[in-house]
Each structure stands twice: as structure tokens, then as C-alpha cells.
């Protein structure tokens, strides 16, 4: 099983700020990397797939970047709507799919 | 619109079995079927398995294979997940997610059933 560990487990930052999100894999998955975003009460939202490439409406202060064991989703600006929580998801082996423990990126 | 509807919350006693569906308002997850995630309140996501919606072949999260059966009804759209032998660490958010275009890049996602396994 891959086991994907995200950094850090909260992320406090003010809107306007970068953010700068972290997921290693415990092996390579090439670019087989997925992002989400979830906010409270609702399901997670497809932000970035093969590890770079938005999904439609993701706005493009969202950037993902990486390949191998090592991927990092970065938002340019922080805007008050981005503040919840982040997970990422490997699809390169299955089963099972496996994801992230999450990111929280709280207003500071 | 393409949409993944779910059926409504359910309360289950331990060792109870539970069966929600998933109605997808399209065909489009042929190509690449429907997966189920759960959600412990607080916590991540879990991927619990896979099916076909074309011809049934289903794949299982080990942890959970032997309590869990995913089937679909074609005339309806509509998959199914049943889990058997509950206890409370079954208590989630269950969600059916769907790709439209790329394996397993879950673009659609159903609004979430809740099941609470209580005594």
C-alpha cells in the first residue's frame, strides 16, 4: 500500500499570503498525483490532477508541481474561500487508492 | 447536469448490516466506474472499493473485504454499497465518487450519506 504523508498538519497564513502544501509518497507514483479541497459540511472538490493539471474551475492561483515521491500544491494568493482543508490522493497503484491525512490551512 | 445522488442518512445497532445507493444521472461512468469513500467525522478519507457500473468486476480495500459488497442495477444507474458486521468505527460519511475522464480522478462526488452505528 502507498501511504501519502502530507505537511504540515495545519497551515495558519493570512489571505494574500502563499501557501505552500506538501505530500510525499512512500514510493514513486510518477505523476499520478491528485489534489482536493474540502470544506466543512460539504464533499471534497477536485482541485489538480497528474500532479499539475487543474481541474475546471480551478482558479489559477492554484498550482501543483512534482513527480516521483514528492509533490507540492502551492496557492499563489491566498483568498478568504481557500481557507479549509487539503487532501491528497494517489492513483498510480491500486488497490487501494490511498490519501493524504489532510492539511488544515486556517486564517492566522 | 451530471449528478450522483445518494439515499439518506441511516442509524444501525452494532453487528446490524447497512445498504445505501448511489444513483448516477448519467451513463458517463461507464468508462470508468464508481468508487466509495468514507469519512470519519474529523478525520480523512478512506477508500473502501471499486465497481464496474458495465459489467460488475468490483475491487476491495483489504481491511475491509469479507464485510462488503458493491453491486450495481444497470436498468436504474444505480450502485450500491453494503457493509455487514458494523461496529462504531464504521460511523462515517460514506461517499460514491465517480471519474469522467481519468482512472480513479474522482471529478464527481455524491452529497454524502451519514451512518451511525449506535447501541
Known amino acids: 500500500e502507498i501511504v501519502l504523508t502530507q505537511s504540515p498538519v495545519t497551515l495558519s497564513l493570512s489571505p494574500g499570503e502563499r501557501a505552500t502544501l506538501s505530500c510525499r509518497a512512500s514510493?514513486?507514483?510518477?505523476?499520478?498525483l491528485v489534489w482536493y479541497q474540502q470544506k466543512p459540511g460539504q464533499a471534497p472538490r477536485l482541485l489538480i490532477y497528474d500532479a499539475s493539471n487543474r481541474a475546471s474551475g480551478t482558479p489559477a492561483r492554484f498550482s501543483g508541481s512534482g513527480s516521483g515521491t514528492d509533490f507540492t500544491l502551492t496557492i499563489s494568493s491566498l483568498e478568504p474561500e481557500d481557507f479549509a482543508l487539503y487532501y491528497c490522493?494517489?492513483?498510480?497503484?491500486?488497490?487501494?487508492?490511498?490519501f493524504g491525512q489532510g492539511t488544515r490551512l486556517e486564517m492566522k | 447536469q451530471v449528478q450522483l445522488v445518494q439515499s439518506g442518512p441511516e442509524v444501525k445497532k452494532p453487528g446490524a448490516s447497512m445498504k445505501i445507493s448511489c444513483k448516477t444521472s448519467?451513463?458517463?461512468?461507464?468508462?470508468?466506474?464508481i468508487s466509495w469513500v468514507r469519512q470519519v467525522s474529523g478525520q480523512g478519507l478512506e477508500w473502501l472499493g471499486w465497481i464496474s457500473v458495465n459489467n460488475g468486476d468490483t475491487k476491495y480495500a483489504q481491511d475491509i473485504q469479507g464485510r462488503v459488497t458493491m453491486t450495481t442495477d444497470t436498468s436504474t444507474n444505480t450502485v450500491y454499497v453494503e457493509l455487514r458486521s458494523l461496529t462504531s468505527h464504521d460511523t462515517a460519511v460514506y461517499f460514491c465518487?465517480?471519474?469522467?475522464?481519468?482512472?480513479?480522478?474522482?471529478?464527481?462526488w455524491g452529497q454524502g450519506t451519514v451512518v451511525t452505528v449506535s447501541s
Open positions: 514510493e514513486s507514483i510518477s505523476n499520478y
Open positions: 448519467s451513463p458517463i461512468f461507464g468508462g470508468y466506474g
Open positions: 490522493q494517489q492513483c498510480y497503484n491500486w488497490p487501494p487508492i490511498t
Open positions: 465518487v465517480g471519474s469522467s475522464d481519468l482512472w480513479f480522478v474522482f471529478d464527481y
